[in-house]
């Protein structure tokens, strides 16, 4: 049986954060700053990135890099690391919560724009992840947290490429949980369901199904209160409801998950 980890020491963390514009990395952001840890904030909005950065040196006495950069841009993983170590920051922990969603039938969808969720879904947690685990692995006294979703338990029509690469971010992430067992690291993949940020904006208020937004500050303390365990699983959903869900959906079976998934989407939106 594995040993249970040490205490995780937030203060002695200089986490990583990208999408810490706006949404869930905000909020990581913010939770992970009260509890002490130093922070580089990542995302393409650098107004978005400076702001938050003052208040929360201000608020948390605590020390915080913004880097805009676009996520969708190709070796992204190891441009972040080169820009880090010539300002001479030390990455101890990673959170990929970057991520957005074409809505839409997939042949209807413009390939540029597909492409580039693909990049930031998937490419960017893959390059980043690998960019940083041998130094997490090393230290062992961190953590590495990839954003999944709900998508990720079933096909998602109408959002068939969201769903895809959130599946593959769950997958890979519960493979790094195990492959850093005997290494202190803790990794996580975090599964919301539909949460109150500005993913909407842009996917469009359509694409919550119809099922009630959490907020993103009782989503955030979900993943923390996991990976603060003394033996933190490979991956936890945010909610009773949506785990209630999973577990129906594993039952059903995915034919049925699927078509049911498909006409939430696809029913006439009530949302004024």
Known sequence: MKASKQPLDYSRQTVLITGASAGLGAEFARQLAARGSDLVLVARRADRLEQLAAQLERDHDTTVVSLPMDLARPGVGRALERELDLRGVQVTSVVNSAGFANLGRFHELDLPSVLAEVAVDVSAVVEISHAFLPRLRQRGDGFLLNVASMAAYQGN???????????????????????????????????????????????????????????????????????????????????????????????????????????LMTRPSTRG
Do not use: C, H, Q
Request: charged residues 20%; without cysteine.
């Open 157 to 263: 029509p109408t959002m068939a490429v969201y769903g895809a690469g959130k599946a593959f971010v769950l997958s890979l992430t519960e493979a790094l949980w195990y492959e850093a067992r005997d290494t202190g690291l803790r990794v996580l993949a975090l599964s919301p369901g539909a949460t109150d940020t500005e993913f909407f904006d842009v996917a469009g208020s359509r694409a919550d199904g119809g099922s009630r937004r959490v907020s993103a500050e009782a989503v955030v303390a979900t993943a923390l209160g996991a990976l603060e365990r003394r033996n933190p699983p490979p991956s936890v959903i945010a909610g009773g409801s949506n785990r209630l869900s999973e577990a129906v959906g594993r039952i059903l079976g995915r034919r049925r998950m699927a078509e049911l998934i498909g006409a």
